[in-house]
């Protein structure tokens, strides 16, 4: 708890906590003094004798550094990342059983890291009844009903009067922002929901849990309409801060949806003013402040943090390149950068954009001309309108840097020359072993003028990035960085676990004794998912009860049910169909296979060796690149199904074979593949370009 003159409300708090019953393993409590020029020095040290308390000190006027200060302090306390570190102010009165609660809901979900709990008021004054249901009480006054149901929140609805989080957070670096919160002068709010929606991007999930309780008191002034007002105008400058600029189009750096907006607000505000409407122009009042704040910070205030990186690509799909992409995202912000990403639409996109959307990553859709990727009798046409309406779109994202993906030889060419064209100097991530695509004088013009703005590649293997630079080496500048960065996997997400796999086999009706081989890949002809049914059919002569599990989707799923069902083999498939949480179903197999006819970086074979499962893949660059020199699983021919299933069978016959070859997968997963493994490597990668 951080507390700056806060004798007026600390007695009835401090009061309340002397009333807890103590959880079995005891608890602290750490009061800092912000600077307090009142008599609460000499209230903490009355309570002192009663209460298991600390008092600290931090003269420098901020909430944030306060609440730092109690953290490295209670760092140095013995302890293990599962503890909770409760944060709560100094005008809000636990119920007797918080701390057991706390603790019950922290035991109940050992996988959440952020805890919200329930805040109701206590008013000093009863409010105007006219006035609540014309404010977010949420926003102006911290509260939380405790009629919520249990359960994953929006981080940026944990308000820091009843929030928990585990101590590990703190142990892996994080802490609040000193730019943001109550600074002993006007400032901008988001003190605690800053810190829990960047712990979102990071994975740390968050969850409300109703049954802790206090009752945040509420002062006579905070209900009047000035202090409400100045509430909405800090929200506003507070939301600023945790924007990413270039999801809408900008002018100065406001979205130019908020300016035409604000003209609405005014307008009707005048329009309820005219009438004599009190309720509906109080409501455009506060509109209009929260905008006023906005405004201010975009034009007066602290600027945003870091370089802007734009994640683009030419996509068609949700597939490995694009995850990757959204990874590069995490590793970015992970960095202290602003960054975003923008795709051509596809099927999925926007319930994919909603997921990334609640860890606070945006992805915009961006869809310029493909002069280099498509139909080559417009591509003059197409070119002229990338510079006519493409390149002010991209100028709108107010991008530093532009991070082009490439999946197939020209697929992305066209976004880089644009962002060349733009003046916004760019990097590339290669993701395949593609052949060298033949160049026309057309094309040299333009890949000259592309890649003078490139200031850095990477590919994800050794075999993608010389294949890329067979096709593109006589346009890549001399002092082009180039670097070799591997695709990551979580390894805490992707574990052995025989709980995981008991359930994943649940989960997909599968035998719990069966042997089950699968892929997790997309159902296209790079896959070659066709293949892993034929194969199923010459190695159920051996294993009878052997099972298949295809885990994707793609166009080509209708075909595979219909040759399953001609070879009498579809009781024996299961088709999962696009599949997010493959953390949750990669534990159900014996054997995981890529029969690829080329890969850039096979992702699904590194998540199978993090969980522990032999992993099998065609002797392709990309996959080759993974597991020539491992131990973790085995090569086998591109074009000889017949070899690969001798291969399969020797291993399905072998269990003890395969669980060494698990054991050594994990291992090297942790050494090489793990996300702050490839992490370190990207930032590496990014320092000095940025």
């Known amino acids: 708890m951080a507390t700056r003159d806060g004798a007026g409300t600390l007695p009835n708090v401090l009061e309340a906590y002397c009333r807890l019953t103590p959880p079995p393993g005891g608890w602290r409590l750490l009061v800092v003094d912000n600077g307090s020029t009142d008599l609460t020095a000499t209230l903490l040290a009355n309570y002192t004798p009663r209460l298991p308390l600390r008092r600290l000190h931090e003269a420098e006027a901020g909430k944030n550094r306060a609440l730092n200060r109690a953290l490295e302090n209670a760092l140095a306390m013995p302890g293990n990342g599962g503890d909770l570190f409760i944060f709560t102010d100094d005008d809000a009165a636990p119920e007797p059983d918080w701390l057991l609660q706390w603790q019950a809901c922290a035991d109940a979900h050992p996988d959440d890291s952020v805890f919200g709990g329930a805040i109701v008021p206590d008013w000093a004054e009863a409010p105007p009844s006219w006035l609540l249901p014309l404010i977010p009480t949420g926003l102006t006054y911290g509260l939380t009903s405790p009629s919520l149901p249990d359960g994953p929140v929006f981080p940026g609805l944990v308000w820091g009067a009843n929030m928990a989080i585990r101590r590990r957070v703190f142990e892996d670096g994080h802490r609040f922002d000193l730019c943001i919160g109550p600074n002993g002068a006007d400032y901008a709010m988001g003190s605690e929901t800053e810190l829990t929606r960047r712990l979102a991007t990071l994975g740390y999930r968050a969850r409300f849990c109703r049954a802790p309780q206090v009752a945040h008191h509420i002062r006579p002034h905070q209900v009047r309409i000035d202090y409400i007002l100045q509430k909405a105008r800090r929200f506003g400058r507070g939301k600023f801060r945790q924007e990413l600029p270039g999801r809408f189009a900008e002018c100065r750096g406001v979205p130019r949806w908020m300016l035409l907006r604000y003209l609405l607000e005014l307008a009707s505000w005048t329009g309820a003013a005219l009438r004599g409407d009190a309720g509906r122009k109080f409501r455009h009042r506060w509109e209009l402040a929260f905008l006023r704040g906005y405004f201010h910070e975009a034009w007066r205030g602290v600027p945003r943090a870091g370089a802007r990186v734009l994640v683009t690509s030419y996509s068609g799909e949700l597939g490995g390149m694009e995850l990757r992409m959204a990874q590069e995202v995490r590793y970015l912000q992970q960095a202290g950068h602003t960054s975003m990403l923008a795709l051509r639409r596809f099927d999925g996109l926007v319930e994919w954009t909603q997921r990334l959307a609640r860890e606070q990553i945006i992805a915009a859709e961006f869809s310029p001309p493909p002069f280099f990727e498509s139909d080559w009798r417009w591509r003059q046409w197409r070119l002229r309108r990338a510079q006519w309406l ?40 290669v993701h395949n072993a593609f052949p060298a695509p033949g160049h026309t004088d057309w094309h040299d013009q333009l890949l000259n003028q592309a890649f003078g703005g490139v200031r850095g590649i990477y590919a994800v293997s050794e075999s993608a990035m010389a294949h890329f630079l067979a096709a593109y080496r006589p346009y890549i500048l001399a002092s082009t960085r180039l670097a070799v960065i591997p695709n990551g996997v979580d390894v805490e997400r992707f574990r052995p676990s025989a709980a995981a796999r008991t359930l994943a086999r649940q989960r997909l009706q599968l035998p719990r004794q069966a042997l089950v081989i699968g892929t997790v890949a997309r159902l296209s002809a790079q896959k070659r998912p066709h293949l892993m049914i034929n194969l199923l059919a010459l190695l159920r002569e051996q294993f009878p ?137 990207v930032r590496a990668f990014y320092e000095g370009l940025l």
């Open 390 to 429: 493409a390149a002010d779109r991209l100028r709108t994202f107010g991008a530093d840097l532009v991070h082009v993906a490439m999946c197939w030889t020209h697929y992305g060419a066209s976004m880089l020359w644009l962002a060349r064209h733009c003046g916004v100097p760019a990097v590339i991530s």
């Open 545 to 681: 009860e052997l099972h298949l599990v295809l885990a994707g989707s793609g166009p080509l799923e209708a075909e595979l049910r219909t040759q399953a069902e001609r070879m009498g083999l579809l009781p024996w498939i299961t088709f999962t169909g696009f599949v997010e949480a493959v953390h949750e179903l990669m534990p159900a197999l014996d054997l995981h296979l890529l029969m690829s006819r080329n890969e850039g970086f096979g992702i699904a074979t590194i998540e199978a060796m993090a969980c522990g499962i032999p992993a099998i893949a065609t002797d392709v660059p990309g996959s080759a690149d993974i597991l020539r020199n491992s131990r973790a699983g085995l090569l086998v021919p591109a074009d000889d199904l017949q070899a690969a299933a001798a291969t399969v069978v020797q291993l399905l016959a072998d269990p003890a074979r395969r669980a060494v070859m698990g054991r050594h997968g994990r291992e090297e997963a942790e050494l090489r593949y793990s996300h702050a493994v490839i992490g370190r490597q």
